[in-house]
């Protein structure tokens, strides 16, 4: 009777220690994928970083070099004005000696000393027209240069603002459909299907045990569930471009109208992208199917967890990148 007792006491304990197992195993589950997600965020960042230090870095030159044209602008108006003195000096000079030779009653050696004068102050007077429409040229020159530099900055200025708003509204967009996705998937669990960003796209793993069967493409009943949940996010969101890809193992496989890993896994992208297109207003031209066959494993090695575990059908999203890279092709 008491070993009895000891046995169905040892039996409730093993079964009510299972669920929260299960659900530490989801959290570390989830613990590690957050932690892969921070590290490409991190790194996302620090790209971001070194591309607005050197953005920054570029505009600091501009505001220095137009510091330096104003600058010299400056050094060439008081030059201008200077030869402008000079001139109205030399001129005034040149109209006073031309007066006074047309008055001139004098000797003809006064009279030649005086034309003498006269062609010497011409002379002059020429040399310093030249100086000043030189002067004149030269302030014209920094001028148009300091504009050009003030609209290069503005230019610089108007498209890392236009650069970092379509960023972020990218990287908003992803979050929101990253979130939208996990939401429409609350009823499935970690081990069945997993949904994550990288490289800027959202990634959404589904297990072959949630899809299919072993070898098989057709789409089982809980797979399509959950496809059609995706499909009916994916239809309000216009300007996300769909691929799925089919990832099977290493071990060789053939049966009947199917002759290898890579025929396999192309139809179960195939399989999968139906079911999405029956079941939303997704725009086929937006989603294409694709088989990777074996060589784009997650898990290296011939146990049978990473058999499984590379066993599956990606769903990448990725948003249209056209106005980004408007932005980055006009530079």
Same mark, same amino acid.
Request: proline share 2%; with cysteine.
């Given at each position: 009777?008491?070993?009895?007792?000891?046995?169905?006491?040892?039996?409730?304990?093993?079964?009510?220690?299972?669920?929260?197992?299960?659900?530490?195993?989801?959290?570390?589950?989830?613990?590690?994928?957050?932690?892969?997600?921070?590290?490409?965020?991190?790194?996302?960042?620090?790209?971001?970083?070194?591309?607005?230090?050197?953005?920054?870095?570029?505009?600091?030159?501009?505001?220095?070099?137009?510091?330096?044209?104003?600058?010299?602008?400056?050094?060439?108006?008081?030059?201008?004005?200077?030869?402008?003195?000079?001139?109205?000096?030399?001129?005034?000079?040149?109209?006073?000696?031309? #007066?006074?030779?047309?008055?001139?009653?004098?000797?003809?050696?006064?009279?030649?000393?005086?034309?003498?004068?006269?062609?010497?102050?011409?002379?002059?007077?020429?040399?310093?027209?030249?100086?000043?429409?030189?002067?004149?040229?030269?302030?014209?020159?920094?001028?148009?240069?300091?504009?050009?530099?003030?609209? #290069?900055?503005?230019? #610089?200025?108007?498209?890392?603002?236009?650069?970092?708003?379509?960023?972020?509204?990218?990287?908003?967009?992803?979050?929101?459909?990253?979130?939208?996705?996990?939401?429409?998937?609350?009823?499935?669990?970690?081990?069945?299907?997993?949904?994550?960003?990288?490289?800027?796209?959202?990634?959404?793993?589904?297990?072959?045990?949630?899809?299919? #069967?072993?070898?098989?493409?057709?789409?089982?009943?809980?797979?399509?569930?959950?496809?059609?949940?995706?499909?009916?996010?994916?239809?309000?969101?216009?300007?996300?471009?769909?691929?799925?890809?089919?990832?099977?193992?290493?071990?060789?496989?053939?049966?009947?109208?199917?002759?290898?890993?890579?025929?396999?896994?192309?139809?179960?992208?195939?399989?999968?992208?139906?079911?999405?297109?029956?079941?939303?207003?997704?725009?086929?031209?937006?989603?294409?199917?694709?088989?990777?066959?074996?060589?784009?494993?997650?898990?290296?090695?011939?146990?049978?967890?990473?058999?499984?575990?590379?066993?599956?059908?990606?769903?990448?999203?990725?948003?249209?990148?056209?106005?980004?890279?408007?932005?980055?092709?006009?530079?």
């Amino acid at each position: 009777m008491k070993k009895w007792i000891l046995v169905s006491f040892i039996a409730i304990v093993y079964s009510t220690a299972c669920i929260p197992l299960k659900q530490y195993q989801e959290t570390a589950d989830r613990a590690n994928q957050l932690d892969q997600e921070a590290g490409i965020l991190r790194s996302e960042n620090e790209e971001l970083k070194v591309s607005k230090n050197e953005l920054s870095a570029e505009v600091q030159r501009l505001k220095k070099q137009i510091e330096q044209l104003l600058q010299d602008t400056t050094n060439l108006s008081r030059r201008l004005q200077k030869e402008q003195y000079k001139y109205a000096d030399l001129n005034k000079s040149y109209t006073d000696a031309l #007066q006074k030779f047309k008055n001139s009653s004098g000797s003809d050696a006064d009279n030649k000393e005086l034309l003498a004068f006269l062609q010497k102050l011409q002379e002059e007077l020429q040399a310093r027209e030249d100086a000043l429409h030189k002067a004149e040229t030269d302030l014209l020159k920094q001028q148009k240069e300091l504009a050009a530099s003030k609209s #290069q900055m503005e230019s #610089q200025n108007s498209r890392l603002q236009e650069l970092e708003k379509a960023l972020q509204q990218k990287d908003n967009a992803l979050l929101a459909l990253r979130k939208s996705i996990n939401d429409a998937l609350t009823g499935f669990s970690s081990d069945e299907l997993k949904v994550h960003m990288k490289d800027g796209k959202v990634y959404v793993s589904l297990e072959e045990k949630l899809l299919f #069967q072993s070898g098989s493409y057709q789409v089982n009943t809980q797979g399509a569930e959950a496809l059609r949940k995706i499909a009916r996010v994916l239809e309000e969101n216009k300007n996300i471009e769909i691929i799925v890809e089919g990832h099977t193992d290493k071990v060789p496989f053939k049966s009947g109208v199917l002759l290898d890993n890579w025929d396999l896994s192309v139809k179960r992208a195939t399989s999968v992208v139906r079911i999405m297109l029956d079941n939303s207003q997704i725009d086929p031209s937006m989603i294409s199917a694709s088989g990777r066959s074996a060589f784009l494993p997650v898990k290296d090695g011939s146990d049978a967890a990473s058999l499984q575990a590379n066993r599956r059908t990606e769903i990448i999203l990725t948003p249209k990148m056209d106005q980004i890279l408007n932005l980055l092709e006009n530079k």
